[in-house]
């Protein structure tokens, strides 16, 4: 069952159907957040969103972790998503004005999506947050909630 | 033509394949430094890589790295500017590399095939999308990089 993005649709019509497909394939999901976006249940939630036009579409795809309040090394934070970036280039790691640390991950398609390299890309991404979290422990536990 | 990855594991091989397969789609490529990446010619020099993983998907990664310039930023500031383009932009990655340069990093992920207009597209978007970034941080990137 292979997701069809139509040419006319825009960014929040191409989500909403992102959204309806990724449901009926079995993937447990909140509608309606601000601005279209949706948030797909699994190991981590992610806030998914489609931009880009016809032909053309990113599926953005954010981990949003809640930062350490208690934190007092702002350098240190800065240093270590600088080294997650370089050392993993599966995503994107980076913290917001809050301090949450957040992954994002991108998936380029063109007129459709299939639910193999859909599911492939999810599971790479999962496995890519858990890997991090097991690899740097230790500065994580200081940097995250 | 698609490029056609099915079952390949090798990164070796996957990325000569895929250099071989720019050629034939008209890009100007070189060799790079290593054999698992070579030079590809868009708006801006990219290097090229592939991670090849038949079970999972295959990755194309883009890198375009750019010299600080030598009376530029701290170290530390260009990091605090490189998080602050991370996490305004939902593009691509931005970092600064150990030989101190700027690096920014575009990501394709696919399934054994990948077709010439998805790729084409997916170049033309990298060279787009980081000269708009370059333009709105001009007073950043235009004094900070040779």
């Not at chain 1, 006319?8 to 447990?28: H, I, Y």
């Not at chain 2, 500031?77 to 939902?90: C, D, E, I, K, P």
Request: hydrophobic share 40%.
């Amino acid at each position: 069952m292979t997701l069809q993005f139509d040419d006319e649709n825009d960014e929040a019509q191409a989500t909403a159907a992102l959204a309806g497909w990724a449901e009926q394939l079995g993937f447990r999901l909140t509608r309606n957040e601000a601005g279209g976006r949706f948030t797909l249940h699994g190991r981590y939630n992610y806030s998914i969103w489609v931009a880009g036009t016809a032909g053309f579409r990113r599926i953005v795809c954010i981990a949003n972790f809640a930062g350490c309040k208690n934190h007092r090394d702002p350098e240190g934070k800065l240093r270590f998503a600088n080294k997650l970036n370089l050392d993993y280039n599966v995503s994107k790691v980076s913290f917001n004005s809050q301090g949450d640390l957040y992954f994002e991950f991108v998936l380029y398609v063109e007129a459709s999506l299939t639910p193999s390299l859909w599911s492939t890309f999810f599971a790479k991404a999962d496995d890519g947050i858990t890997w991090v979290f097991g690899r740097h422990k230790d500065e994580l536990a200081e940097l995250i909630d | 033509m698609d490029l056609d990855l099915t079952d390949v594991g090798d990164s070796e091989q996957a990325t000569r394949s895929l250099r071989e397969w720019c050629t034939q789609l008209g890009y100007r490529v070189k060799a790079g430094g290593t054999d698992i990446n070579f030079l590809l010619q868009g708006g801006r020099r990219w290097i090229i890589g592939l991670k090849a993983n038949p079970t999972e998907n295959h990755r194309i990664i883009a890198t375009c790295v750019f010299r600080i310039a030598p009376n530029s930023m701290e170290r530390d500031a260009w990091l605090r500017f490189v998080n602050q383009l991370n996490s305004s932009y939902n593009l691509c990655t931005f970092c600064v590399n150990t030989e101190g340069h700027f690096e920014i990093q575009y990501n394709l992920p696919f399934l054994d095939k990948l077709s010439p207009r998805l790729f084409r597209n997916f170049i033309n978007y990298a060279d787009g999308s980081l000269g708009m970034v370059m333009e709105r941080h001009e007073d950043v990137l235009g004094a900070g990089l040779q």
